[in-house]
Nanobody
Framework: QLQLVESGGGSAQAGGSLRLSCRGPEYTFDNYNMAWFRQAPGKERAFVAA?????????YYADFVKGRFTISRRPNKRTAYLQMNNLQPEDTAVYYC?????????????????WGQGIQVTVSP
């Protein structure tokens, strides 16, 4: 089973920035599409961003984070990142790192079969 561990969460004021990290196994990590989802209290888990397993492949973003968040990864670093700029109170949620082996890069939660424990992000007005 692919083990994923999130870090880098915490608190920020509106307009501030945070960077989330997701670490996985060294020898298999580059073969997985990676994605970030989030879940606020009383809400369903929502897609945030995803990046292809292919080197130089495409990235995908939910409309509400375009221009503010950036997903990235580096070869053989077994880490994916989510840079979050211009944070807003509505970004407050638990953020989950998720993974899917090769193939296409889904934007729905059902398309992923590995996930971390989640990390809290809280944004104050």
């Amino acid at each position: 089973q692919l083990q994923l561990v999130e870090s880098g969460g915490g608190s920020a004021q509106a307009g501030g920035s945070l960077r989330l990290s997701c670490r996985g196994p060294e020898y298999t990590f580059d073969n997985y599409n990676m994605a970030w989802f989030r879940q606020a209290p009383g809400k369903e888990r929502a897609f945030v961003a995803a990046i292809s397993w292919v080197s130089g492949g495409p990235s995908y973003y939910a409309d509400f984070v375009k221009g503010r968040f950036t997903i990235s990864r580096r070869p053989n670093k077994r880490t994916a990142y989510l840079q979050m700029n211009n944070l807003q109170p509505e970004d407050t949620a638990v953020y989950y790192c998720e993974a899917k082996f090769q193939g296409n890069t889904p934007t729905n939660d059902a398309g992923y079969d590995h996930w971390g424990q989640g990390i809290q992000v809280t944004v104050s007005p």
